[in-house]
């Protein structure tokens, strides 16, 4: 099923009418404003509908609304004949899911607004959480539709609470609360109150009508109500109303309509060369919901002749640059923060403790299930995370190797490997498109080419770089991806051997030439911003091995003192700290809570960040065994580590990232996942699952990429993240093309009935990747693989 868009049309008003409470008079004012608006713009088409109603069919509000405003287009979706909770009265009845009936919702208003300009008020069913169909809320459910909001305020005893606490509820899931309306009632003044608190603490208009009459017998009433009617529709103060809803709608429609000009002109962007670019490639978000961000279509003659939607759904394929783990307004998430910005704000964080930062410490600890970490030590984001982990580790290895403070010390990383845009963390790799310009910028280390595993043609193959075939010998094929991670079965072999020895050749000679290096820094499984490479787990062992043994190659003056723990000890760092920058792979993004697990081995210090916090707010820890901790214990202070930020451990990071991890592992507990773990749907990864790997990507997909070899040059899959390698006659690497054609394919994206959506991505030169979250759905999937074949056809 297609994702479901906004409900915005450039000159079709879309309102949606919510109540503080159940019988606040949501209809009786949904039906002033369907006349008055009927009245008010006589040439435009003016709508009514209900999505979810309870109670007699012959009570129904719809049929309220045909009695009293002629002429307005009505509509129930459902009606369940109970007087109670939606939830409650579909029990025993087929109930639909919410996306299902958001797409309902969305045809009806997509079908009206073909009719030209004019106006559909969407009412609600009880108060703001009175839950629908499913038992969502509807605050919840119908977030995604992002319509402006009128909210009728309760009048009764009690009221003022009530209204003010459905405001909060409405805007911690980002509803725009357009204006409050509410009986006047003498007897409690409700609404003085509630005017005077809107106008003044959130500048939102408020209107007041008298209450109806009381009901009488039923041809009376009739008469009685028709006669209100007739005299609110026409009153001042609900035709201010409607002309401010229109002002604040056209208002949204320029904003959004300006907003890549003003952008283009104002913003200077990351990673972007602005002399090559233009404001239509701006993407203008409007909002985002689960994985899909609402995204401006600029308008056309064509899109004004058949009142085309101005968003349209686009799959956030970036993960919003590898954040996104939860969805996008998430409402737990949103909570969290909500509850701790509540309570903290921010507070310093040296020398104290908030309940937030030891509960992370201890959760991150707990599931890393690590012996040798013990420490966690919090930063702002991943890139100052690596710049902590480094500090740390050299730290280390100077003094146990006795070097002066003004050694010149580097560290031992991978090609391609890269670790944030900090100077300190660009002097980690090696030289490329992101570092080479920067003045600053001067590279302390040695860098391995490295054996990188693709499907090619259905086929497992470990690729062997070609200026490495003397040392290491051909491309290796395997039945699976299990296999290659198959580390017990692949150790007892010849290559693992004939890896170490390269490793170990390679190091002798920058030491014997008088070089020193401090740690072994690099990322588990998968090499991300160096161009999306999947290492070999096999080689990044081995690297660990030969780093770990080898401390008389670091320095042969070297003796372990007795006062050192033992090498044997498994906590405590021998040869060189080992590093692991988890900030990309780590926290379920390949399926597992960390990728050290996949290499069987572990770090002396990890970094952790973005699926940290869900994709919400940024935060980063450094993780670090007790053997690095006590290398900077000493009686002089000028020995500690000397780093910290204003915002570190800031509450608001700490209280979302618990919720993130204690959903994500929720999730792993409750089976949520093993739609992908199934043999049927991802069991390709060569079909078998003993290394217990898994991808939201199914095998079929993945094999038949492999098979496009006219444009692919490869291709693999790993928890949420799809990776395209494309054939590039203009070289491989960050600066080639070779990845723009599917690129702007997938962004062009196609329709499905009334609903187009697209796939947002981004490319590292000839490579594309395409990431999901950890609550991308199953039929997702399917419609974005659909739409990555015909790409690719097309390609």
Known sequence: MAPVPSLLWRSFRVLQVYGANTDVGKTVFTTILCRAAKLRWRKEHVAFLKPVSTGPGNEADDLHVERHAPGVARRTLLQYDLAMSPHAA?????????????????????????????????????????????????????????????????????GISLTISAFESLKLRGYDVEAILVFRDGKYDNEQYLRDYFTSHHSITVASLPAPPPRVDSDTDTEVMSQYYEEESNSTAIHKILDHL????????????????????????????????????????????????????????????????????????????????????????TMSAAYAAGRYGHVMFAGAIHEPALALAEKLLHGMKSTRLTRVFYSDNGSTGVEVAVKMALRAARLRYGWAAGTDIGIIGLRGGYHGDTIGAMDCAEPSTYNENIEWYNGRGIWYE?????????????????????????????????????????????????????????????????????ALLMEPVVVGAGGMELVDPLFQCALVDVVRRSAKLFDTRYQPSTSEPSSSDPTCWSGLPVIFDEV????????????????????????????????????????????????????????????????????????????????????????????????????????????????????????????????????????????????????????????????????????????RWNVHSRVLGNVLYIMGSQKTTKDDVVEISDLIRHALVAH
């Open 90 to 158: 579909a029990k025993g009845k087929l109930v639909p899911s919410n996306t299902e009936l958001l797409s309902s919702v969305y045809r009806f208003a997509s079908r009206r607004a073909t009719h030209g300009p004019g106006w559909l008020f969407v009412e609600t069913a009880g108060g703001v959480h009175s839950p629908g169909p499913s038992g969502t809320t509807q605050a919840d459910m119908y977030a995604a539709l992002r319509c402006p909001v009128v909210l009728i305020a309760d009048a009764k005893l009690g």
């Open 246 to 333: 229109d002002r604040r709608h056209q208002a949204r429609i320029d904003r959004l309509d300006s907003m890549r000009g003003d952008a283009y002109r104002q913003i200077w962007y990351p990673f972007t060369q602005h002399k090559l670019s233009s404001p239509e490639n701006i993407a203008v978000i409007d909002s985002a919901r689960g994985d899909f961000f609402q995204t401006l279509v600029p308008e056309t003659k064509e899109a004004r002749d058949i009142n085309q939607p101005a968003l349209q759904p686009s799959f956030d394929g970036s993960a919003s640059w590898w954040t996104q783990g939860l969805g996008h307004g998430n409402p737990s998430l």
């Open 450 to 518: 490295y054996p990188s595993v693709k499907c090619v043609r259905g086929r497992w193959i470990v690729e062997i770089p070609d200026a490495l075939k003397v040392e290491l010998g051909d491309d290796q094929i395997f039945e699976s991806l299990s296999d290659v991670f198959d580390l017990g079965a692949r150790r007892s072999k010849q290559r693992h051997r004939t890896y170490e020895e390269y490793i170990e050749l390679t190091l002798s000679r920058y030491l014997d030439s008088g070089r020193k290096f401090g």
């Open 584 to 755: 990309f792979t780590g926290l379920y993004r390949l399926g597992r809570f960390t990728a050290s697990s996949f290499l069987e081995t572990e770090a002396d210090v990890s970094v952790h960040a973005k699926l940290l916090t869900g994709g919400l707010v940024p935060l980063s820890t450094t993780l670090a065994s007790e053997s690095i901790f006590k290398a900077f214990e000493s009686e002089d202070k000028a020995d500690a580590l000397l780093h910290g930020h204003s915002y570190t451990a800031h509450p608001v990071g700490c209280q979302v990232a618990l919720e993130s991890m204690r959903q994500m592992q929720e999730m792993e507990k409750r089976g949520e996942w093993d739609w992908a773990k199934d043999s049927d749907w991802s069991g390709s990864l060569g079909g078998k699952t003993k290394a217990n790997l898994w991808s939201i990507w199914p095998w079929e997909l993945l094999d038949w990429v492999s098979n496009q070899v006219h444009c692919v040059a490869g291709t693999w899959a790993l928890g949420s993240i799809l990776v395209v390698h494309m054939r590039a006659t203009d070289g491989t690497g960050y600066k080639s093309n070779a990845a723009l054609k599917l690129q702007s394919f997938l962004r062009d994206g196609y329709g499905d009935g009334e609903v």
